[in-house]
């Protein structure tokens, strides 16, 4: 009956499971639960060549962030939207200069003589778009939330100019939407 079941002591049996391509430790190639052997590297580190390379966990808390990531999809394009708004915000700025100025401020502000107002207004809206544009593809967190409050801001001045503000009201809902995604907000957590 034990050459029924394979239990002749002079048959190989295999031994313990060796990992991925014959790697120690478990599935992922950590290593196996139990005591290690001295010398054996900590938890998430593994040895190369070039020296010790962190672990999935690894790492300084409050480093740059790499830049050498390709950012998602969702990140791409609410950057390349915030860029254009603020062109576009920048070319109105220029048109506020041209002979149209006090035509777009009366339409603003119900006053001829608010060019400059209109001008600096325009000016920080730019801002408010080009800077989080830029650092949003270079993973800085706070890139992130400076677009979705500059999004959350747009998309209430869109409900108050309905229906003449669809088209803004559907870009910042568009910019919200990418921004909160999971893919987007996974990427600016693991840094």
Sequence with gaps: MTEQHGNNSGEERPGPYQGVF?????????PPPGPQPPG???YGDRQSPYGDLPGAYGGAFGTQPHQDATPPKQVTIAA?????LGAMCILLAGLVFTSAGEQIAEIVTGSKDAQGMVVAVILACAVAYIVPAIYLRKRYAWSRYLLIGVAA???AGGLMALPNSILGLAIHSTLLFLMLQQPTR???RHR
């Design 22 to 30: 014959g790697s120690g430790g478990g599935p992922s190639g950590s």
């Design 40 to 42: 054996t590297p900590p």
């Design 80 to 84: 390349v939207i915030s860029f254009g």
């Design 153 to 155: 801001v747009g998309i």
């Design 186 to 188: 996974l990427w600016f």
